[in-house]
């Protein structure tokens, strides 16, 4: 996922990241066993981190990829996921640099062939979606 982060908080409030340090911490499942804990109280944020958290056990942690330009170290500390910065050259990375995107892009999908044909076979071909608009889409079968 590549996002512009470009409000006054990028992250969003200190309850929001919080949530989402904890998810990062502690994983999907737990995080959703948590939250429907007796002992839980209600935050009224915690529907955005449980939409994060349902992407995260459909995908998993280490293949959901986030980059910002906007976004620093602390930052992307507490976002769930694997730190898009990683895939960019030591001095490149946290730069408020958005002509690091294709880069990311590339490195991201190079490294999603790659598993996807040891998982597959090297004939295959993984299929691609680009939502130019929201993180959010609702996949529909081939045919409908």
């Known amino acids: 996922m590549v996002a512009a982060n470009t409000e006054?908080?990028?992250v969003g409030s200190e309850r929001?990241?919080?949530l989402l340090h904890i998810l990062t911490l502690i994983g999907p499942e737990r995080f959703r066993r948590l939250l429907f804990s007796p002992a839980?109280?209600?935050v009224p944020e915690q529907w955005e981190v449980q939409a994060w958290a349902s992407?995260?056990?459909q995908v998993g942690v280490d293949?959901?990829?986030y980059y910002s330009p906007q976004l620093g170290p602390r930052d992307c500390a507490v976002i769930?996921?694997?730190d898009g910065?990683?895939?960019l050259p030591d001095s490149a990375q946290y730069t408020p640099d958005s002509g690091n995107v294709p880069a990311v892009v590339r490195a991201v999908i190079e490294e999603a062939r790659s598993r996807h044909k040891e998982s597959r076979g090297r004939d295959s071909e993984p299929r691609?979606?680009?939502l130019a608009d929201g993180p959010y889409g609702i996949l529909v079968p081939e045919g409908r």
């Open 40 to 42: 839980w109280t209600f």
């Open 85 to 87: 910065n990683c895939y």
């Open 63 to 65: 293949r959901l990829v």
């Open 16 to 18: 929001y990241r919080s």
């Open 55 to 57: 992407v995260l056990e």
């Open 80 to 82: 769930p996921g694997v």
């Open 8 to 10: 006054e908080r990028p």
């Open 128 to 130: 691609i979606a680009f």
